[in-house]
């Protein structure tokens, strides 16, 4: 059917073109002008019923192919919009690689891996007077600086860290003294502070790699005491040692630095408080700390 009708054209441009060479106006007999204007307004009317017809040919042929589904051209009559243009941008521009169920996992693995914290560090704590009460004489233990270390693990919430700590602390005796008989002489013995404890801490961003953290640890203790001295052991009283386990309460500050996501230094302050166990009096402690943070 489509060879047939453009058969029908191709005759149809073949008789245009004939009929405009027969009226042209370079042919060896030259008739009058009237003549000459009178046969092209008639072959200009026929010529115009051609194209007519080829168009009306045209738009019958488009309305057949939308009858059976094929791509209609637009026709004279029809305003060309960019909804009947073919989308080139779709066809030309890659398809964007979508994010798979890895790349999910992955992030989902860096975002779990945030919402725990280790704390690791040693500390170091400053030398210190403790009260000792030898029967109705009241008694001074001297210290020497103290060294210790902790952990501290828990998950975090938001800027907030809740969790448990554990810490050891030593602190050896320097010398006692008994300021109503005026004696003050060289002691030994030693101060062992063990401490398991509930930890909750708050972080403040102060600067994109610098933070301020602030903990409060409470819980128990086991603390062991042991002194002598020359005096002691001359006055028949000995060896003074008591163990036991009390209540331990325990706060800090701390800045610290972060190197990555992962980890940071950290340095700061931390203040615990000891009750009184037997002769020995309570015990409030000064410590400066100096670690790590892990980010897990």
Excluded at 104 to 126: D, H, M, N, P, W
Excluded at 150 to 163: D, T
Excluded at 187 to 202: I, K, N, V
């Amino acid at each position: 059917m489509k060879i047939k009708t453009l058969k029908n054209y191709r005759n149809t441009f073949i008789f245009i073109l004939l009929q405009l060479v027969i009226c042209n106006p370079s042919q060896s007999q030259t008739p009058s002008s009237r003549q000459l204007e009178e046969k092209r307004t008639e072959k200009i009317n026929e010529v115009r019923s051609h194209l007519q017809r080829i168009i009306d040919g045209l738009k019958s042929m488009g309305d057949t192919n939308m009858e059976k589904g094929e791509t209609r051209l637009p026709r004279s009559d029809e305003s060309t919009t960019s909804e009947s243009l073919p989308k080139i941008e779709q066809l030309s521009t890659p398809a964007q690689p979508k994010s798979g169920p890895k790349v999910r996992e992955v992030k989902e693995t860096l975002q779990a891996r945030r919402e725990y914290f280790l704390f690791s560090g040693i500390t170091l704590a400053a030398s210190e007077t403790s009260p000792l009460q030898l029967g109705m004489a009241r008694a001074s233990l001297h210290t020497k600086i103290g060294n210790g270390f902790g952990v501290a693990f828990g998950k975090r919430l938001g800027n907030w860290s809740l969790g448990a700590e554990l810490q050891y602390l030593k602190q050896e005796y320097e010398h006692i003294e008994i300021a109503s008989l005026a004696i003050s002489e060289t002691a030994w013995g030693d101060r062992r502070h063990y401490s398991l404890a509930l930890y909750g801490g708050h972080d403040f961003q102060l600067h994109h790699s610098w933070r301020l953290h602030t903990g409060l640890m409470l819980g128990a203790a086991t603390r062991h005491e042991n002194v002598n001295s020359s005096l002691l052991h001359s006055s028949g009283i000995g060896q003074i040692e008591n163990r036991g386990t009390t209540f331990s309460g325990s706060a800090k500050i701390n800045v610290d630095y972060s190197f990555s996501d992962l980890c940071s230094a950290y340095v700061g302050y931390r203040f615990t408080y000891i009750p009184k166990l037997g002769d020995f009096d309570s015990l409030p402690i000064h410590q400066t700390e100096l670690g790590l943070r892990w980010n897990l």
